[in-house]
């Protein structure tokens, strides 16, 4: 979010409550930078990100009588994303999952460079290996899709994943250790079927 510590944001959402359409203007190009952030990081395939921000702020206004000030503003609107971005992952679940025949043959070579841990890849081919992990990543749960792309691949604490999700730190640490597992489990399975 910018450091625009001018920007008064209680001020701005009075106006935005009694329908001031330039108010509503001003807190959505506030908060813009914070909800495409979090979109971005939890872009669930197939959806383009402008639509989905959009959505979040659509849900935004329409819940605006719901925020009573517990949170800070923007924490309530981050939980808002990460629910939008949750909830469209889970419509993508509704799929079968991958074979190692829907891998194509640049992707099947990538995986088995992987699992031999050759090192030194090439560009193009850690792009098709964050591809793969991806593809792997769409097959979980998406609260636990959400915790490992956080932990893993963004580098956020356990209390930052906490904060955000409104989840205690015991049930962030036990759904990722679950969720890897379970991708270590299709990760074989992926490796077995390659076998037949």
């Not at 921000?53 to 819940?63: G, P, S, Y």
């Not at 193009?124 to 893993?152: S, T, Y």
């Amino acid at each position: 979010m910018p450091d625009d510590q001018s920007f008064d944001l209680a001020g701005c959402l009075a106006r935005v409550r009694i329908h001031d359409q330039i108010a509503a203007r001003q807190l959505v190009e506030h908060l813009y930078p914070l909800v495409i952030r979090i979109v971005r990081a939890h872009l669930p395939r197939r959806v383009a990100e402008e639509d989905l921000a959009q959505e979040v702020f659509l849900k935004m206004f329409t819940r605006l009588e719901q925020y009573q000030g517990a949170v800070p503003f923007p924490h309530w609107v981050s939980r808002i994303a990460l629910t939008t971005c949750i909830d469209h992952l889970r419509a993508q679940m509704r799929r079968p999952e991958y074979r190692w025949a829907d891998l194509s043959e640049n992707e099947a070579e990538v995986l088995e460079a992987i699992t031999a841990d050759e090192s030194g890849a090439a560009p193009d081919e850690a792009l098709e290996a964050r591809e793969l992990v991806h593809r792997l990543l769409d097959q979980l749960k998406p609260a636990d899709r959400m915790v490992i792309q956080m932990l893993d691949l963004e580098q956020k604490t356990i209390a930052e994943i906490s904060s955000l999700t409104g989840w205690n730190s015991s049930l962030v640490k036990v759904r990722a250790f679950r969720a890897r597992r379970k991708l270590q489990k299709l990760f074989a399975e992926l490796k077995k079927k390659e076998g037949s």
